[in-house]
């Protein structure tokens, strides 16, 4: 079997995240790049896997610049088989319908019979990806799981709602998200760091994977303005004076509250 994990490389949420005005992208560098934490939970839920199934490749699979390719041998390190490292400059700043269709070119290249991922990324946080990849390959998708059980014929898993806790399977092929609430992440060893160095990523670009950025016979997302957030400003302030309940009763109908 081949499983391969959607990774994302994000700002460090250590850090300070900044906006470009003129593309409207998050500022980043080599050195604040990092895996999107939920992601390393899905890596997880596919290693975890492997661990019992020794003829399982694990393949991630990224769309990313060419600073994120350290990042992405954390997660060889961490185990997986593979990497699947998609570079094009036209990919920068892709909605989730490019960013899908992207995607799942990518994981018909890799050959993979089940695709895991986070259900929403620390940067965007759509939460709309896995489903959009499901869509474009035809296969079924499962989102939301805090825990995924994988045999040769299916996945199952458990999402927890408001109102129930739902217990979901689907036959493979099929696309599957994880929440945080998924087991965490394995920590890297030295010997994991060294075989990491000698795994293959593989780089392709769009064009490659047959994928086409700039279709004439589809509609794209775009950005048309940006501007910074103001900065806070001091909320109202009611001083009781013997009549504090009729300004804040003011205050509700005011701002539509009441």
Do not use: N
Not at 47 to 65: F, G, K, N, Y
Not at 127 to 132: D, K, R
Request: hydrophobic residues 45%; negative net charge.
């Amino acid at each position: 079997m081949k499983i391969a994990v959607l990774m994302k490389v994000v700002p460090d949420t250590y850090g300070d995240r900044t906006l470009s005005l003129e593309t409207g992208l998050a500022e980043r560098s080599a050195d604040d790049a990092v895996l999107d934490e939920i992601d390393e939970r899905a890596l997880e839920a596919a290693l975890a896997h492997a661990d019992d199934h020794p003829d399982t490749d694990v393949v991630v699979i990224a769309m990313a610049p060419e600073l994120a390719q350290t990042s992405l041998r954390k997660a060889l390190a961490m185990g997986a088989t593979s990497a699947l490292q998609v570079v094009d400059e036209r990919l920068v700043g892709a909605d989730v319908v490019l960013t899908a269709e992207v995607l799942a070119a990518a994981v018909r290249h890799a050959g993979a019979d089940l695709v895991v991922a986070g259900d929403a990324s620390t940067d965007g946080a759509g939460g709309a990806v896995p489903a959009a990849v499901a869509e474009t390959l035809g296969v079924p998708c499962a989102t939301a799981l805090r825990e995924v059980t994988i045999t040769d014929t299916e996945v199952t898993g458990v999402r927890v709602s408001d109102a129930a806790t739902l217990r979901v399977s689907a036959p493979l092929p099929a696309v599957v998200s994880v929440t945080e609430a998924a087991p965490g992440p394995r920590l890297t060893g030295f010997k994991g760091i060294m075989a990491a160095k000698k795994k293959v990523v593989e780089t392709v670009t769009a064009t490659d994977l047959g994928a086409d950025p700039e279709p004439s016979d589809a509609a794209r997302s775009i950005m048309t303005a940006i501007t910074r957030r103001p900065p806070r400003t001091a909320g109202t302030r009611i001083v009781d004076t013997g009549d504090a309940g009729e300004q804040l009763a003011a205050f509700l109908v005011d701002h539509r509250l009441a």
